[in-house]
């Protein structure tokens, strides 16, 4: 195939494969439409004058560079050097809009004007809204039932912004059901419709493309990284993940440097072996689900697992095809942190720094509750969002914490 936009840090080749994960498995109908959005990206991913328009939203109206703090009370605590990525400190709550815009700029240039996206915690959802409020596209987002009820002021935010949300009522009503539903809403609209996926999941190119769009986190990471050390490269990059995409923007310009090692923190739930887990690249093994094979939580007879986790934005089966390469390959460390655990590390960040993080961003967080760090190491820390959102659930659950 022509034209394909190959990209100069991911472990991808031309077809989408990162190893055996990735490729593009969709139905007859939607391959022009795929095969046109690999096109536009291979055209614009290089392109000085989209770069330029997508590199002045992120700074004028994301509000990027955001800081790469020195958290001083909190690498007290573990007797190590932590430096936390605020991307909570992004327009909008969370690194969503990073995607967001770069997506959305995308099917302006495509001439598409009809917006839709999936969305679990919200927040890929109000990043949607946002932009296609700014840009004036309609906007629609599948939302599962049971997230729109625990995610309310997010649901409100969509609504106000002037996009519209659909509840999805099948399976268990979450994360994996919203994206089958906007599948199915591009498999009818293929000619007027771009889908805009909100992590690194789904068919070639989208993996590869939300990875770029999100990569600006460690662009940065580098450079504010030596302006405070004099160091670029960091021991270790900790971000949590539900498909992958605050974690391949964090771990992308450190993927070729081997001496940076990577550490992705996944949703346990109540645990492991619990049943009611979101920890996929533990149990999953390999099958398709949303047009690219990876792993996912599947029974013996090939049965998608309904996954659970406190996190609506872990809350999901598979994992970005990217993720699935790097933990088989050996190249990131993956950890599994409960429910229980990301609420005790929200509360201490909390208490110690005066940050209340994402539930999501909390998983993150508890890997310094697992793993020893050595007092010379530099930890970074990607914060991927507030916690705003989650407000209810912290303090419904305050009583878990053990202090
Ligand atoms: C959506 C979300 C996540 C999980 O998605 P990834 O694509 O794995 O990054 C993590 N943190 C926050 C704050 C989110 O909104």
């Known amino acids: 195939m022509e034209n394909r936009f190959i990209d100069p840090f991911l472990p991808v080749d031309e077809n989408g494969y990162y190893g055996t994960f990735g490729g ?25 004058d989209f770069i330029a328009e997508y590199d002045q ?3 004028d109206y994301v509000g990027r560079p955001t800081p790469l703090y020195y958290a001083k ?22 690194h969503k809009i990073n995607n967001a815009i770069g997506s959305v700029l995308l099917a302006k240039r495509m001439g598409k004007n009809r917006i839709i996206a999936e969305t679990g915690a919200g927040q890929h959802g109000v990043a949607v809204a946002t932009v296609c409020a700014l840009m004036g596209l309609e906007c629609i987002v599948y939302m599962g039932a049971t997230d729109v009820a625990r995610q309310q002021p997010n649901v409100e935010r969509m609504k106000m912004l002037g996009a519209k949300v659909v509840p999805v009522e099948s399976g268990n009503k979450t994360l994996k059901d919203a994206t089958n539903e906007a599948i199915r809403d591009w498999c009818c ?3 007027d419709t771009f889908y805009v996926i909100g992590s690194t999941v789904g068919p070639h190119p989208y993996p590869q493309m939300v990875a770029r769009f999100q990569s600006v986190i460690s662009r940065e990471i580098r450079k504010q990284l030596k302006s405070l050390t004099g160091r670029e490269l960091p021991d270790y990059v900790v971000a949590c993940i539900g498909g992958g995409s605050n974690a391949a923007g964090a771990f992308y310009h450190f993927l070729k440097e081997p001496s940076v090692k990577l550490i992705a923190a996944e949703a346990a739930g109540l645990g492991v072996d619990s049943g009611e887990t979101a920890a996929t690249i533990h149990l999953g093994k390999e099958g398709i689900i949303h047009g690219s094979r990876t792993l996912v939580m599947q029974t013996e007879d090939g049965q998608i697992v309904e996954p659970y986790s406190i996190s609506a934005g872990l809350d999901y089966p598979g994992v970005g095809p990217l993720h699935a390469y790097l933990a088989t390959s050996g190249r990131a460390d993956v950890a599994a942190v409960s429910d229980r655990e990301a609420l005790s590390a929200a509360y201490l960040l909390t208490r110690l720094e005066g940050i209340i993080p994402a539930l999501e961003s909390s998983h993150a967080l508890a890997v310094l509750d697992q793993k020893k760090f050595n007092p010379e190491d530099i930890v970074v820390i990607n914060v991927s969002g507030r916690g705003d959102k989650d407000m209810h659930t912290y303090l419904a659950n305050g ?3 053990d202090d």
């Not at 009370?73 to 969370?94: F, V």
Request: negative net charge.
């Open 399 to 401: 009583n878990l914490i």
């Open 24 to 48: 593009a498995y969709i139905p007859e109908i939607l391959h022009s439409n795929v095969e046109k959005l690999n096109e536009a990206f291979a055209k614009y991913a290089d392109d000085p």
């Open 189 to 191: 609209n293929p000619a």
């Open 73 to 94: 009370r909190l690498s007290k605590h573990y007797g190590t050097s932590i430096y936390l990525k605020r991307e909570d400190l992004c327009h909008t709550g969370a």
């Open 57 to 59: 939203l992120l700074s």
